[in-house]
């Protein structure tokens, strides 16, 4: 089993690029949720998805588009990059308190 | 303010010691309390949890909660160089929904 895997590992965009980070779980869960992380600032949640079908906001969604594609896959995009969203991204899934993350796509945009 | 505050650290100790790690919330609604533990460049993966106030042991660690303080810890026995990496609470309203608050997260680093 993968668990959670992300792509790209590593990005760098110049500000009002686009890009779409990649997701996929292997664990048959519900769940899915992407976070950002930044110094100081803990894990804060952009988008979740409940199920197969629905998305909804989390703590910080601004700037921010998701799409639940299929049950595996959770895909975040950037439309127009901004420097304040360079950050590292997490990718999630699992129900309630246990989660399980992925490896991480450190994004820099100058 | 935040929901829930965590000193950052970072904490260095030596081998073998005692280390305990604090959070503090705002919200009394939180029922569900976690400790994630995150090795550099890695995403975080869950150590504990606990429901309500309680205490929690599992081997070195443990894990209390106190509602009425709006204060948990997470205490590390017998420290190893294995445990250096940052330690992140979260909280849940609920085990359904999954939205965590988390904590900024403590970086530890255990010196042999």
């Known amino acids: 089993n993968a668990g959670v895997t992300q792509t790209p590992k590593f990005q760098v965009l110049k500000t009002g690029q686009s890009m779409t980070l990649q997701c996929a779980q292997d664990?048959?869960?519900?769940?899915m949720y992407w976070y950002r992380q930044d110094p100081g600032m803990g894990l804060r949640l952009i988008y979740y998805?409940?199920?197969?079908?629905?998305?909804d906001k989390g703590e910080v969604p601004n700037g921010y588009n998701v799409s639940r594609l299929n049950k595996r896959e959770f895909s975040l995009r950037l439309e127009s990059a901004a420097p304040s969203q360079t950050s590292v991204y997490f990718c999630?899934?699992?129900?309630?308190?246990?989660?399980?993350f992925g490896p991480g796509t450190r994004l820099t945009v100058t | 303010q935040k929901e829930v505050e965590q000193d950052p650290g970072p904490l260095s100790v030596p081998e073998g010691a005692i280390v305990s790690l604090n959070c503090t919330y705002s919200?009394?609604?939180?029922?569900?309390f976690m400790w994630y533990r995150q090795y550099s460049r890695k995403g975080p993966e869950l150590l504990m949890y606990?429901?309500?106030?309680g205490n929690k042991e599992d081997g070195r660690f443990t894990a209390q909660v106190d509602k009425s303080s709006k204060y948990i810890s997470l205490f590390i026995r017998d420290s190893q160089p294995s445990d250096s990496a940052t330690y992140l609470c979260?909280?849940?309203?609920?085990?359904?929904?999954?939205?965590?608050?988390f904590g900024q997260g403590t970086t530890l680093q255990v010196k042999p």
């Open positions: 999630a899934s699992g129900g309630g308190y246990e989660q399980y």
């Open positions: 606990t429901y309500s106030s």
């Open positions: 664990m048959n869960h519900n769940s």
């Open positions: 998805s409940a199920s197969e079908g629905t998305t």
């Open positions: 979260a909280m849940s309203r609920s085990s359904n929904t999954g939205k965590l608050i």
């Open positions: 919200n009394s609604a939180f029922q569900y």
